[in-house]
């Protein structure tokens, strides 16, 4: 390529300019392609772990609302069970007569 400014620049010389420039912007495009990928190779690797992530905080979540839900359903019938024992226990205050207070 000419470096002379003087003379009009030929086809040829335009031509070259122009592969040259053409070189440069395949360059920056196949550098920019590479940052792509690794950065896409990134954030699959980060958003795998995040889901990995929340998949055990729900496994987590489902099994406290499990307990809970067993503990609630215990509860309830141990709520039963007190009440049945109380009727059981008023009944036999009444009939050996014995007053039950408060």
């Known amino acids: ?21 053409l070189g440069e912007i395949r ?15 990134h954030m699959d690797k980060r958003f795998s772990k995040v889901e990995k992530d929340i998949e055990k905080i729900f496994n987590h979540l489902d099994a406290l609302s499990k307990r809970l839900d067993i503990t609630e359903d215990e509860r309830v019938v141990m709520g039963h069970q007190i009440q049945r024992a109380f009727s059981w226990l008023k009944t036999l205050a009444d009939k050996i007569g014995v007053e039950l207070k408060p």
Do not use: I, P
């Open 1 to 21: 390529m000419k470096t002379d400014m003087s003379q009009a620049a030929t086809k040829q010389d335009v031509k070259e300019a122009m592969e040259e420039v």
């Open 27 to 41: 360059n920056l495009a196949d550098m920019t392609h590479h940052r792509f990928v690794e950065l896409e190779k």
